[in-house]
């Protein structure tokens, strides 16, 4: 009798030789296939896709959601939504962690599905295809929690159904998985459902900002860099199409924000009064400070719908009861987010946002980015980017901003070149007069060695040549 698929892709068979892996992975995709039926099939191979192509570990209700968003399938709704069970469609490729994070089994599988002699090969444009239309489809739904006069019970009431899981990774990987696409394409099509979505999401999201914001909001810091190298070149590739703008938006200020000298948002560093030529800057950390920058600097509404998103499911967790949610989906949802209630608020933690369980964890998280200590040359990139110590501003300011740099002189260089201060050449020079006593006294002379000077010969005074050879046999000279 066979083994079971379970049993095909267990732990122990898992650690075989790289050559037997492809006939393992597909013998269990082959059974895979052969146990569901051909419209589950579709929605294994988009998990497969996501697992693969996520820009970070994804949450399993994450990872349903975005499953679950298809071209046929743009909005999701309580009968549209996937519930657990359908990730048990790869289960013997994939688990769950502790913290909810989906993730393979073994990182070969992954290796394998990438290779074209996989059975079910996973392509880069259909992967990134599929991912970004669950993301322009979960914002284009997601903008109903920013409409003028949504209040904050609003928000907890839609965010608690689950619906809107996929918001975070949304709002900050949406650009990532478009511009790979269009990248990998030859051709991008107006009428192609992917892109009809992203402009539906424009429309959409130019509508709900004319009425939230002033025009002066809106017209603030028109300045454009000279091209779009300077942000990411690919941004080229979408120019004719009206999703450029806000693509082009959301890398801006991106950029702006990594480049702020405090990384706080205040863009003030303390103390204000003068300062010492590159003395120790401690700055004032406010986390609020970064919040309301990122708010104030944002021409588009993600920075304001990802921090509303973030509040509500923060107080979610602090309420015992909420009037329109029932005490078993407020339970249900404090379950499933227990891991990842509390988000990680600095931007150069954007490429991989850290979630903890808790606002104490989350601080001494925020503590590792936090640079308290900046160069005070302007024209030094550092004091941008500032050190976590001052042991490392030190160290920078002695190697590039000392008045006398002290370059240092290998040992090597100076018993070859015979600099000043260094004691070998006399050292040679007794070793060649031995040599000479040698020579004059019918012995074979030794191979001239070039030996470091001992500690004592540093620092006691050195004996004169015409001591060495009284005691030696003096030669003429």
Not at 351 to 366: G, N
Not at 413 to 418: L, M, P, S, T
């Amino acid at each position: 009798m066979g083994r079971t698929v379970t049993e095909e892709a267990s732990g122990t068979t898992l650690r075989v030789s790289q050559a037997v892996r492809p006939v393992l992975y597909g013998r269990v995709y082959g059974r895979l296939k052969a146990l569901i039926d051909r419209r589950n099939h579709g929605k294994a191979l988009r998990i497969l896709k996501w697992m693969c192509f996520s820009q970070r570990p994804m949450k399993y209700y994450e990872l349903l959601n975005g499953v679950a968003s298809t071209p046929q399938n743009p909005t999701l709704c309580e009968d549209s939504k996937m519930v657990k069970q359908a990730l048990d469609l790869c289960k013997p490729l994939i688990e769950e962690l502790p913290d909810g994070n989906i993730m393979f089994v073994h990182f070969s599988v992954k290796e394998h599905l990438l290779t074209a002699e996989s059975i079910a090969p996973i392509k880069l444009a259909d992967a990134h295809h599929d991912i970004s239309f669950a993301c322009a489809a979960t914002l284009a739904s997601a903008l109903d929690l920013v409409q003028p006069g949504s209040t904050r019970h609003q928000r907890m009431v839609q965010i608690s159904t689950g619906l809107y899981d996929l918001v975070p990774y949304a709002a900050d990987y949406w650009v990532e998985h478009l511009l790979a696409y269009a990248s990998c394409v030859d051709h991008l099509d107006p009428d192609l459902p992917l892109l009809l979505q992203y402009s539906k999401f424009q429309l959409d999201h130019d509508h709900v900002l004319a009425y939230t914001s002033s025009e002066a909001d809106r017209s603030c810091g028109d300045e454009r860099p000279d091209s779009n190298m300077s942000l990411d070149k690919r941004l080229d590739i979408l120019a004719l199409f009206p999703i450029h703008r806000l693509a082009f938006e959301v890398l801006l200020l991106r950029s702006k924000a990594q480049e702020e000298p405090c990384n706080t948002g205040d863009g003030e560093r303390l103390p204000q009064h003068p300062a010492p030529k590159h003395t120790v800057l401690l700055i004032t950390f406010v986390i609020t400070d970064l919040d309301r920058y990122l708010l104030e600097h944002d021409r588009t509404l993600l920075t304001r719908l990802l921090q509303d998103f973030t509040a509500a499911v923060t107080l979610l967790f602090t309420k015992e009861n909420l009037t329109g949610i029932s005490q078993r989906e407020l339970e249900a949802f404090k379950h499933s987010h227990a891991s990842s209630a509390f988000r990680c608020r600095y931007p150069s933690c954007s490429k991989a946002p850290q979630w903890f369980p808790s606002d104490e964890i989350r601080k001494r998280h925020e503590v590792l980015h936090q640079r308290l200590f900046f160069c005070k040359e302007p024209s030094c990139s550092w004091s941008r980017i500032g050190f976590q110590n001052s042991a490392g501003l030190q160290l920078h300011v002695r190697n590039f901003h000392s008045e006398h740099t002290t370059v240092p002189i290998p040992p090597k260089v100076r018993r070859e070149q015979g600099l000043p201060g260094s004691p070998m050449p006399d050292a040679a020079m007794r070793q060649n007069r031995n040599s000479a006593v040698n020579v004059e006294a019918g012995l074979t002379p030794e191979t001239p060695i070039v030996r470091r000077p001992s500690f004592l010969e540093n620092i006691l005074p050195k004996r004169t040549n015409s001591n060495l050879l009284k005691r030696k046999g003096s030669i003429p000279v």
